[in-house]
T-cell receptor, first 114, second 114 residues
Framework: GENVEQHPSTLSVQEGDSAVIKCTYS??????FPWYKQELGKGPQLIID?????GEKKDQRIAVTLNKTAKHFSLHITETQPEDSAVYFC?????????????FGKGTHLIIQP | EAQVTQNPRYLITVTGKKLTVTCSQN?????MSWYRQDPGLGLRQIYY???????DKGDVPEGYKVSRKEKRNFPLILESPSPNQTSLYFC?????????????FGDGTRLSIL
């Protein structure tokens, strides 16, 4: 089955700086890659996703890049703000490849230092 | 408001005492699933359901049961809970097959099995 590795497990950046979280996946058939943000006491919430026919996608301060050849994808957050502090999860899945859900990375705790 | 509702949010119980965690969604989603979240292990899928009366095992189904008698409800049943089932549990739903659709998560149920 699919295996998703996520790094780093903890990331501390100064407010206003950029943050980058990286994930690799094992199954070359995976073609859907969402990112979730989990705030304390809440469930994960989708913040951005990308499909394998696209190399990059942006939404305001958040961007995701995908390298299918290398089987890795990354989340980029620019001009970080205190409200960006949370745990971020990447995930991968195969569209039409079965009924299984997402395979998640182990998460990155992002800390924004004032 | 579109939401996934889990109950209870917190529960402390003892080994062997049957318990049920309820999950309900108001978005008319076909696909529902249960995950457990443990430190250092991320989110792991327990069971999922493609539609009413259709359920299947995820990655860590041992010790759990589910049912899907109605489209909106997907309860998680622990027939004989054990301490290794102490965890944070999340229910999620999506419009269709879970692997390629944004998942909507509940806010979690923290179970402690003594």
């Amino acid at each position: 089955g699919e295996n998703v590795e996520q790094h780093p497990s903890t990331l501390s950046v100064q407010e206003g700086d950029s943050a980058v979280i990286k994930c690799t996946y094992s199954d070359s058939a995976s073609n859907y890659f969402p990112w979730y943000k989990q705030e304390l006491g809440k469930g994960p919430q989708l913040i951005i996703d990308i499909r394998s026919n696209v190399g990059e996608k942006k939404d305001q301060r958040i961007a995701v890049t995908l390298n299918k050849t290398a089987k890795h994808f990354s989340l980029h957050i620019t001009e970080t703000q205190p409200e960006d502090s949370a745990v971020y999860f990447c995930a991968a899945s195969i569209t039409g490849g079965g009924a299984d859900g997402l395979t998640f990375g182990k998460g990155t705790h992002l800390i924004i230092q004032p | 408001e579109a939401q996934v509702t889990q109950n209870p949010r917190y529960l402390i119980t003892v080994t062997g005492k049957k318990l049920t965690v309820t999950c309900s969604q108001n978005m008319n989603h076909e696909y529902m699933s249960w995950y457990r979240q443990d430190p250092g292990l991320g989110l792991r899928q327990i069971y999922y359901s493609m539609n009413v009366e259709v359920t299947d095992k995820g990655d860590v189904p041992e010790g759990y049961k589910v049912s899907r008698k109605e489209k909106r409800n997907f309860p998680l049943i622990l027939e004989s809970p054990s301490p290794n089932q102490t965890s944070l549990y999340f229910c999620a739903s999506s419009f269709s097959k879970g692997g390629n659709q944004p998942q909507h998560f509940g806010d979690g149920t923290r179970l402690s099995i003594l």
